[in-house]
């Protein structure tokens, strides 16, 4: 079973709702992840928190808006988002992210469609 | 040049054969690999990590790692068609520990 859970597993939103993922993982890890991923494509990062705080943002547009609570939980709030925004949202989480040798594990994933 | 790189796909295979999976990788630096496998519709799963220099063995899974010619692989024995999945490995870069560089991923496909 995931120690990585994700909800909801799927979301339908219209370009002017707003909306937010949840991520929540029972490892014990201190840095969790926000990923994108498109049909046929690798995972793309989006954000890295560490320790509670975010330590990367790979240029994503404003229109998402990582939060993470506390050391468990990982939250993406989502703003006015585009049809081109549609694709499966996976959160993940490892050890802590300064270690070469940390793996990181994937929740479910969330799949978006936005109209 | 890309930073990771896969074999292209789609790689059919007979059931029971061997499947060998390539990645190739330009951080000459980078200490840390990873094979994850993905099913249609579903999250990436960790299956393989290795960091040193020859071969890693996991039941029917074997991981080989040669750093001097930047190469890591991921065997697959006595493939089962349940082992038909997007395969990808993944790569830290000694730039930055606090991320991972994916390839783009080769499908296998085992026929029964």
């Known amino acids: 079973d995931t120690e990585v859970t994700q909800t909801p597993k799927h979301l339908v939103m219209g370009m002017t709702n707003k909306k937010s993922l949840k991520c929540e993982q029972h490892?014990?890890?201190?840095?969790m992840y926000w990923y994108k991923q498109k049909a046929k494509k690798p995972p793309e990062l989006m954000f890295v928190?560490?320790?509670?705080?975010?330590?990367i943002n790979e240029s994503v547009p404003s229109r998402f808006s990582p939060e993470c609570p506390n050391s468990s939980l990982l939250n993406l709030h989502l703003h006015a988002l585009q049809p081109e925004d549609s694709a499966l949202y996976l959160c993940?989480?490892?050890?802590?992210?300064?270690?070469?040798?940390?793996?990181?594990?994937f929740g479910p994933g969330t799949r978006l469609t936005v109209l | 040049q890309k930073e990771v790189e896969q074999n292209s796909g789609p790689l059919s295979v007979p059931e029971g054969a061997i499947a060998s999976l390539n990645c190739t990788y330009s951080?000459?630096?980078?200490?840390?690999f990873f094979w994850y496998r993905q099913y249609s519709g579903k999250s990436p799963e960790l299956i393989m990590s290795?960091?040193?220099?020859g071969d890693k063995e996991d039941g029917r899974f074997t991981a080989q790692l040669n750093k001097a010619s930047q190469y890591v692989s991921l065997l697959i024995r006595d493939s089962q068609p349940s082992d038909s999945a997007t395969y990808l490995c993944?790569?830290?870069?000694?730039?930055?520990?606090?991320?991972?560089?994916f390839g783009p991923g080769t499908s296998l496909s085992v026929i029964p």
């Open positions: 993940a989480s490892s050890q802590d992210s300064g270690n070469t040798y940390n793996e990181q594990f």
């Open positions: 993944a790569v830290k870069p000694i730039t930055s520990y606090d991320k991972v560089i």
């Open positions: 928190y560490s320790y509670e705080k975010l330590s």
């Open positions: 951080d000459r630096g980078s200490q840390s």
């Open positions: 290795i960091y040193s220099n």
């Open positions: 490892m014990g890890h201190r840095a």
